[in-house]
């Protein structure tokens, strides 16, 4: 095993819950363009892509595959640090290797950081995602993504869909709007 500490503590982003991080792991299999799979199943959350996996650099804040996955490629990180600062267990396999966060005294920066131990694995692509949390924290993530929850659409030029109140922005919803339809 090889362990990680990473100088960020768990209060950043603390208006970050489970289900923002849950979006954040969602929105990266989404946009892999890959056959992806989600399902929830004894209290955990199962997402996967087929992709080719997640190479190490992609760890190192600034080194995302910024348009391939995401527009900044931090999200991940960033749902890990929430996730183990909700102390929920997670684990990431991908190409390679397995991953999962805590947060942890750092005796470096004596303070609680996030650490991510990393163990290698004979997978050879794709990535796969074990989160655990509640039937209704999965499904109300979900059902934020028009791709995994389909609604119709009256105009799909205009992005009007046939769900009133609702504001979609590439196809995740965003906020409630006091309308008689929904848009994207």
Known sequence: MERVEYPISPKYIPNWSVGEALRELIANALDTDTPTKFSWKNGNAYIADSANGIPRPYWVFGEGQHGEIGQFGEGLKLAMLVLAREKRDVVVSTAGYDVAPSIQYSSVFQTNVLILDYVQTAKISGTSISVQCSKAEYRETKERFLALSPVKFLHRKLGIINVSTK??????????????????
Request: charged share 5%; no cysteine; proline share 0%.
């Open 167 to 184: 504001l979609y922005i590439n196809g995740v919803y965003v906020q409630k709007i006091s309308s008689l339809w929904g848009y994207n």
